[in-house]
């Protein structure tokens, strides 16, 4: 995976992993705000981010969920360069999405808080957790790294903030340093190159990363992240609050796709790391 692509992962997943808020929906001409859910013939539209390690997951989910209602589904793809860290545009380019492009949004963190309150979400589809990669034999766990050797974390992503939070409560003395990055694949690249002593991601990207490297298969491996609480994205479909036919049919579909073990055959079939629900 190059750079210019790596980058593109960690918008999406910042986008994933990051709340936005707002009180209100953002202002949207009058002409753009005509369209509410309707079912168009037998067809559901779902936007979903291009080029991130969730994406042939979560079309695989939506194509189930759509024909467990008798529908066919239909996929817009979002490319990395979709508005970010500006609140503003992101907020618009998201309603105006929703209003008049698709009816649903697939991988959003249902963890993160923040959004605003135009928004409502289905019941959670999937849940991937943080996890702490070690190249060291001798590292079972966060606490057996030396606190002389730097950690590396996504940068903006969750996980980040948790340790952030946890390294500000211990005192300075016991702290390691830590090292954001906004490059995923650096960021492999400077554990097993000795920088590091541990680095966190988010399940799927390191599935992704493994996938492409065989080196890093060979030396890489995960270890409890204890002391730091382990964490994880849980993930759902964002949708319009006032659509809430559409919202039901989701989760009921979501909750016939759990209990018949559909989504737990597609995470091994995707070899993604992770778990059927929240």
């Known amino acids: 995976m190059n750079s210019i692509r790596a980058r593109g992962v960690v918008l999406l997943l910042a986008l994933l992993l990051l709340g936005q808020s707002a009180a209100q929906a953002p202002l949207v001409p009058e002409d753009r705000l005509d369209r509410r859910f309707e079912l168009a013939g037998d067809t559901i539209r779902f936007c979903l981010g291009s080029r991130n390690p969730l ?58 808080d923040g959004y605003p309150d135009w928004l409502t979400f289905s019941r959670p589809y999937a849940s991937f957790p943080f996890q702490l990669a070690v190249v060291e034999e001798e590292y079972e766990s966060l606490a057996d790294i030396p606190r002389d050797r730097p950690l590396g974390a996504p940068m903006l992503s969750q996980v980040e903030g948790m340790l952030i939070g946890y390294l500000q409560s211990l005192p300075a003395q016991e702290r390691w340093r830590r090292f954001p990055y906004a490059d995923q694949e650096l960021l492999l690249e400077r554990l097993m190159d000795g920088t590091l002593g541990g680095a966190f991601f988010w399940a799927p990207e390191l599935d992704l990363l493994l996938a492409n490297n065989e080196e890093a298969q060979a030396q890489v491996r995960t270890v409890a992240t204890a002391p730091l609480p382990s964490t994880s994205a849980v993930v759902g479909i964002a949708l319009l609050r006032d659509d809430t036919f559409l919202r039901s049919s989701l989760d009921e579909a979501i909750a016939t796709l759990i209990e018949d073990g559909v989504i737990t055959e597609l995470l091994e079939e995707y070899e993604l790391t992770g778990r059927a629900g929240g």
């Open 55 to 112: 994406t042939e997951f979560d079309r695989a989910i939506a194509t189930e969920i759509a024909h467990s209602l008798l529908l066919e589904a239909e996929f817009i793809e979002i490319p990395p360069n979709f508005p970010l860290y500006e609140e503003h545009d992101f907020l618009e380019a998201l309603f105006i999405l929703l209003i008049n492009d698709c009816d649903a949004f697939l991988g959003f963190n249902l963890t993160a």
